[in-house]
């Protein structure tokens, strides 16, 4: 079956200008997660979804980044009037439930210049 | 404050040999841990998940140590081979309230032929 799969792959973006990051987890899985990861870094939490659950926010590092997901699938990462300090690799993770292993996409890499 | 620590340094090992990846935490009670491996441009993969109330859990030639008096765990790659090589991070359960996984920055492993 298909896995985690996030798109653009990369995305080069000028300050200021907004941008749309998209992750389509497995089929079935009921938990989403978006984390970040800047070069050498590990992975910081940023958001996460459980079915039908008020999404955890609490890792989001400012009033720029939103996300949503609709029909409990689909999820889009939105990071309005980008900053350098924004550029890194977004990835996304999903899983059956809260505790179990999480299957993560490739990721987005993002550069704003 | 909470801390998760990995020896940011790269571990170097010869074929053949076993690896030991060291994970220590702080102010942390986690009800699991979890071990992924990540390779350059691509996303964590999991290995192993293992229980505070488990010991060890073995999977192939890896296995992996949980101490929650120490707070530490291990994780090990017996007769490594140089496809081994790659990042490994561990990761657990904040135990705060955050239903996502907090991970460390992660060793990166190098085995050489």
């Known amino acids: 079956g298909a896995g985690v799969s996030q798109s653009p792959s990369n995305k080069v973006t000028e300050k200021g200008k907004d941008v749309e990051l998209r992750c389509d987890p497995i089929?079935?899985?009921?938990?989403l997660y978006w984390y970040r990861q800047s070069l050498g870094q590990g992975l910081e939490f940023l958001i996460y979804f459980q079915g039908n659950s008020a999404p955890d926010k609490s890792g989001l590092p400012s009033d720029r980044f939103s996300a949503e997901r609709t029909g409990g699938s689909v999820s889009t990462l939105t990071i309005q009037r980008t900053q350098q300090e924004d550029s890194a690799v977004y990835l996304c993770a999903s899983s059956y439930g809260t505790y179990n292993e999480q299957f993560f996409g490739p990721g987005t890499r993002l550069t704003v210049l | 404050s909470q801390k998760i620590e990995q020896n940011s340094e790269a571990l170097n090992i010869q074929e053949g040999k076993t690896a030991t990846l060291t994970c220590n935490y702080t102010?942390?009670?986690?009800?699991?841990l979890q071990w992924y491996r990540q390779d350059p441009g691509r996303g964590p993969v999991f290995l192993l998940l293992i229980r505070e109330n488990e010991k060890e859990k073995r999977k192939e030639r890896l296995k992996v140590t949980f101490d929650t008096t120490l707070k530490q765990s291990l994780f090990h790659i017996t007769a490594s081979q140089p496809a081994d090589s790659a990042t490994y991070l561990c990761?657990?359960?904040?135990?705060?309230?955050?239903?996502?996984?907090?991970f460390g920055s992660g060793t990166r492993l190098q085995v050489q032929p």
């Open positions: 102010n942390y009670s986690p009800a699991y």
């Open positions: 990761a657990l359960d904040p135990d705060t309230g955050r239903r996502a996984l907090t």
């Open positions: 089929s079935g899985h009921t938990a």
